[in-house]
């Protein structure tokens, strides 16, 4: 059974860190990091190709983010520094795969999702 549980959201203010964690139980070359705010559509923060370690990340997040693997390989951390009141939404934590090792941020090309973990940065 495919499982991916987050963790980790809660409140901050701004300027604010968080770090947010996904178990995972799916093997999938890309793992990654979306989010959703009221009214507004999903959209991708981090992935990361499993295999090689590549990363992309979202532009509102570069620099701020960083996405890594637990030891363990089947943990997924999001690392979120400097927050502020635009990084608030569900957190996601999704899985694909890709046969070319490009992961991208696009959400239609993850197909497994866990159910999120709700961050809220205020100012």
């Known amino acids: 059974q495919v499982q991916l549980v987050e963790s980790g959201g809660g409140s901050v203010q701004t300027g604010g860190s968080l770090r947010l964690s996904c178990e995972y139980s799916v093997r999938r070359n890309c793992i990654g990091w979306f989010r959703q705010a009221p009214g507004k559509r999903r959209e991708g923060v981090a992935s990361?190709?499993?295999?090689?370690?590549?990363?992309y990340y979202g532009d509102s997040v570069k620099g701020r983010f960083t996405i890594s693997q637990g030891n363990a390989k089947n943990t997924l951390y999001l690392q979120m520094n400097t927050l502020n009141p635009e990084d608030t939404g569900m957190y996601f934590c999704?899985?694909?795969?890709?046969?070319?090792?490009?992961?991208?941020?696009?959400?239609?090309?993850?197909?497994?999702w866990g159910q999120g973990t709700q961050v809220t940065v205020s100012s």
């Open positions: 999704a899985a694909t795969y890709a046969g070319n090792g490009y992961c991208g941020l696009s959400p239609n090309q993850f197909v497994f």
């Open positions: 990361i190709e499993t295999r090689d370690g590549s990363t």
